[in-house]
Nanobody, 125 residues
Framework: QVQLVESGGGLVQAGGSLRISCAVS????????MGWFRQAPGKERLFVAY????????LYDDSVKGRFTISRDNAKNTVYLQMYSLKPEDTAVYYC??????????????????WGQGTQVTVSS
């Protein structure tokens, strides 16, 4: 059974930076494409970023393009989301998700079989 555990969230001022991590256990990370999603209170869960099994394909939502960077370290079974120039509208619970063998485009919630519990990111103005 795959388990995903996010960490690194917190409170940051607008314009600041934060790196959140997703540690994967139970299966080797290299078999999974990984995504980051976020969900603000009362809103749906939205796509943020995607990285393919070997990191050769990376996608971002337009709202974070140029500010966020997704990466993975298969040897450490960890996926990262580095966030720069944070804005109050980035405030949300951030979730990582795993898609076995990464057969889809990675932008849809229904694509992913496994989810973490989320980590709160709050950006103050």
């Amino acid at each position: 059974q795959v388990q995903l555990v996010e960490s690194g969230g917190g409170l940051v001022q607008a314009g600041g930076s934060l790196r959140i991590s997703c540690a994967v256990s139970g299966r080797t990370l290299s078999r999974y494409a990984m995504g980051w999603f976020r969900q603000a209170p009362g809103k749906e869960r939205l796509f943020v970023a995607y990285i393919s099994l070997n990191g050769g394909k990376i996608l971002y939502d337009d709202s974070v393009k140029g500010r966020f960077t997704i990466s993975r370290d298969n040897a450490k079974n960890t996926v990262y989301l580095q966030m720069y120039s944070l804005k109050p509208e980035d405030t949300a619970v951030y979730y990582c998700a795993a898609d076995y063998l990464g057969v889809s485009d990675g932008k849809q919630v229904k694509t992913y079989e496994h989810w973490g519990q989320g980590t709160q990111v709050t950006v103050s103005s």
